[in-house]
């Protein structure tokens, strides 16, 4: 589920959706918009709890202020785990609000990619839950785990031949 679905330009949620989609990733995929019942041609409902079913992976392209209560949702539900783009976390001086994200995070024992995370590309599955363009190519052996976004990004767009099999 991408919850901030957009249309928009340039946004995560328009990015991760359709990085999804020009990857010809083959499972459920739903977006979440509070108005919207469609965006990029994939089916959308108003909130997480309108689901009809828990999904594996929850990206979260809101502002920060919501995340902990998205957060909270997916948990409750049973959904897989998240990716959080968002910033403005601990990272800024925002400790109540990575507080708050953790706190709903272990209540519901779900893992969480971030805050301020660029997300998880995993080859194999032709998933691409990212918050940059990405491009899937031929998976691979490697797996690369980093601390850096800006790396995760160069280390995708290389073109040196190396195949990656997931990148965090």
């Keep these: 589920a991408v919850v901030g679905a957009t249309d928009r330009v340039g946004s995560y949620g328009a990015t991760a959706l359709t990085n999804l989609l020009s990857a010809g990733y083959g499972g ?5 918009h509070p108005t919207r019942t ?9 909130s997480l709890d309108d689901l009809d079913a828990p999904v594996d992976a929850v990206i979260v392209a809101t502002p920060a202020d919501t995340v902990p209560s998205i957060i ?23 400790h109540d609000r990575q507080q708050a994200l953790v706190a709903a995070a272990r209540r519901h024992h779900l893992p969480v990619i971030g805050p301020n995370a660029n997300g998880l590309v995993a080859m194999h599955h032709r ?8 491009e899937v190519g031929t998976p691979g052996e490697i797996a690369l785990i980093t601390q850096s976004g800006n790396i995760g990004v160069t280390a995708l767009a290389s073109r040196r031949g190396l195949r990656w099999h997931t990148v965090i």
């Design 28 to 32: 459920r995929l739903v977006g979440v």
């Design 38 to 46: 469609q965006v990029h041609g994939v089916d959308c409902v108003p």
């Design 72 to 94: 909270d949702t997916a948990g409750r539900i049973g959904c897989g785990g998240a990716i959080v783009f968002a910033a403005e976390f601990a990272e800024t001086g925002r």
């Design 127 to 134: 998933a691409p839950l990212w918050g940059d363009v990405v």
